[in-house]
């Protein structure tokens, strides 16, 4: 689904209008990018520009919208006009999705007229900021799985249908196997997943029944054996591969409460006195990626896992500081000097060095400089067209040989005490300090006749407070 026109904040509009207003629709540079890694974060994964590009190749004001900007927000007919025959007509430059990223690299740059690339603020931060979250929250996952099975299982509490779908998206890209949600499955032709619930075994009059049912509508399935006692749900799945003989097909366990540790070395010793040896064992149960390393250190024999709710709201770090910001405006860089919010000026492009197999460090250079390393940032949108597709699995191909390069303590659970490292080029360096010293020349040449007026005015007489 793309996103409406609607969907921005009041001051885009307020804002638009202004530029309008004044003969400001000279061509804009707005970068994003975030700040500051996340607590426990080493890497983001850059997600999410296939909905941008929908995004703003769809994008226009309904005429329902252009009714309730005049009603409601009471903006002027001739704005309004603007408004309805607005269609985005610039450029968009981004990472591949599937690409690691870092701190003040940018992720997404819009080249558009003012009106334009101002009104895409809101729902371009929206997309990248939430997918590429997720995708990273997902590498964890995986990463700590080491080579075992991920599912999402995080529909039921993600924060909205869209959001679910996203993350089972990004739990794909980033290596799951797959996603419990049908509807995510059809849209992004992803496998899914599914057996039964705990209310399935309650309906039965035994446990033993509910598998023998269950198991002849569905050989291959997986048996939920917690629902009143794990281990003995555990042998009742073995009476069952006996009442049925060669006719028993059951692939799998799944263990969805306790100590999963204690409780899938019970089964599995069980299991394989009974010489199913090939019956797996599938873990859920409030699970991420601390969790399911901690089983594994300790021997755990899970074959696979299934991950929901801390995955789906990624709940260790769920927000970035990330912005969409002005960089560039009528051809020339505009800067921030915010406290610890410096912007720098111009339209830029990131260099990524790779040597000996491994990614060694990024600059962030003018886009028409000339540096060492692969240029990052690539043509996804020109004049208004698409150009190519971000397609779900070139984007896992990409993010498994990104993962390949990235140096062995980044893909540490807990931050490195030596994070990638990311520069800036000298030339940005030296255009941020021209514009600085011309900003504060200007702003001194302002405020001295302001300083020298008020030097003739003698200071206030104030009461002798001992009178």
Do not use: W
Not at 101 to 130: G, S, W, Y
């Amino acid at each position: 689904m793309t996103a409406p026109a609607l969907f921005t904040d009041l001051y885009e509009l307020k804002m638009a209008q202004a530029y309008l207003a004044e003969g400001m629709n000279q061509t804009a540079v707005f970068e994003l990018a975030f700040r500051k890694m996340p607590a426990h974060r080493n890497y983001l994964v850059a997600a999410g520009i296939g909905d941008v590009v929908d995004d703003l190749l769809s994008f226009r004001f309904q005429e329902e919208d252009i009714e309730f900007l005049r009603q409601q927000m009471k903006f002027p007919e001739t704005f309004l006009r603007r408004l309805k025959d607005l269609r985005f007509s610039g450029d968009v430059f981004a990472l591949p999705e599937g690409t690691m990223f870092f701190p003040n690299e940018p992720a997404v740059q819009v080249v558009a007229p003012m009106v334009e690339a101002q009104l895409m603020e809101t729902l371009v931060l929206n997309r990248i900021h939430f997918q590429s979250l997720a995708a990273a929250k997902a590498a964890r996952v995986v990463q700590a799985a080491q080579g075992r099975a991920v599912v999402d299982f995080g529909s039921r509490r993600a924060h909205g249908i869209d959001a679910a779908l996203k993350v089972a998206r990004a739990t794909y890209l980033a290596g799951g196997v797959g996603t419990s949600n049908v509807l995510a499955a059809k849209t992004y032709s992803i496998p899914a997943f599914g057996t039964m619930a705990h209310s399935y075994i309650q309906a039965h009059e035994s446990e033993i029944a509910s598998f023998e049912a269950f198991a002849q509508l569905y050989p291959d399935t997986t048996l939920l054996v917690d629902t009143y006692d794990t281990l003995e749900g555990v042998r009742n799945v073995i009476e069952l591969s006996r009442k049925l003989g060669a006719r028993f097909r059951v692939s799998a366990i799944r263990l969805d409460s306790g100590d999963l540790g204690a409780l899938s070395r019970g089964a599995r010793d069980l299991l394989d006195q009974a010489g199913l040896h090939h019956v797996t064992i599938f873990a859920s149960s409030s699970l991420d990626e601390y969790e399911i390393q901690r089983l594994i250190a300790s021997g755990a024999p899970i074959d696979a896992f299934g991950v929901g709710t801390k995955l789906a709201v990624a709940d260790d770090a769920p927000f970035l500081d990330m912005a969409y910001k002005l960089v560039e405006y009528a051809g020339r860089g505009r800067l921030k000097l915010s406290s610890k919010k410096v912007l720098y000026p111009g339209r830029k492009q990131v260099f990524r060095q790779i040597a000996g197999g491994r990614m060694t460090g990024d600059v962030v250079g003018r886009c028409d400089e000339d540096l060492p390393g692969e240029r990052l940032l690539q043509a996804v949108m020109l004049q208004g067209q698409p150009v190519g597709a971000a397609r779900l699995e070139e984007s896992r191909q990409r993010f498994q040989t990104e993962l390949g390069l990235l140096p062995d303590r980044l893909r540490a659970l807990d931050a490195a005490a030596d994070p990638y490292p990311v520069c800036f080029s000298q030339s940005l360096q030296r255009d941020l300090e021209r514009l600085r010293a011309k900003l504060l020349r200007e702003q001194n040449e302002r405020t001295s006749p302001e300083r020298e007026r008020f030097a003739l005015i003698p200071p206030a007489q104030t009461a002798d407070p001992t009178s």
